[in-house]
């Protein structure tokens, strides 16, 4: 190989390596299943911990703040009461893979390691997740169990509940089942969709419904 011609390919060998290595995503070992439910939880939380502040007169938006405690339920299979039905999916043009809701469903009932979380800036304000198979048939109706929880855990403005997420099978979307509790005569549930982009998990929306 002529010296000039050498020369050439070394600094184009170079150019690829340092360009590989800079760039996101060009150079990653295969993600995981529990590798994209943890990022896919995570994404969630993060979401749901940041909360609007309202002008009290104008009802307009005037800043934020973090909601202190997020309970993480990860034991509780998705309540059908709380989950939008397919009219308001349709309604509100949901192109979520129908298969992820079927996931959804199949996989939240059976429970994940809260430990899979440990090591997170997120953990002191997670609650370790609660067995809710005693809650959820606790008399009162449906928001009896949201009630209970929140005179265990007094110090939470709310408190939320997560499912485990479902997963379309490329695993590119997912849906997490969120309930909000705000005492035994008021809760919101519904869906937080995700998606997959440039490496990373994030929120697209949420659908939901309100109880009063």
Avoid: K
Wanted: proline residues 8%.
């Amino acid at each position: 190989m002529p010296r000039r011609t050498a020369i050439r390919f070394t600094a184009l060998m170079a150019c690829t390596c340092l360009y590989t290595a800079c760039v996101p995503g060009l150079h990653r070992e295969p993600r995981t299943p529990q590798q994209d439910e943890r990022d896919v939880l995570l994404a969630a939380i993060r979401s749901l911990e940041i909360e609007a502040e309202h002008d009290p007169v104008t009802d307009q938006v005037v800043g934020e703040h973090r909601v202190p405690v997020v309970l993480l339920a990860t034991t509780r299979s998705v309540d059908p009461a709380l989950m939008p039905g397919r009219e308001t999916l349709r309604r509100e043009r949901v192109r979520l893979p129908a298969e992820a809701l079927s996931d959804l469903v199949r996989r939240s009932a059976a429970p994940v390691p809260i430990v899979s979380l440990t090591g997170d800036s997120l953990r002191a304000r997670v609650i370790t997740a609660v067995q809710l198979d005693s809650l959820r048939n606790a008399p009162g109706g449906v928001n009896a169990p949201g009630h209970l929880l929140n005179l265990r855990y007094p110090q939470a403005r709310g408190v939320h509940l997560i499912s485990r997420p479902g997963f379309d099978p490329s695993r590119t979307h997912a849906a997490v089942s969120v309930g909000l509790w705000c005492g035994n005569q008021c809760g919101t549930g519904g869906l937080l969709l995700l998606d997959f982009h440039r490496g990373r998990w994030r929120v697209l929306r949420y659908v939901g419904m309100t109880i009063a």
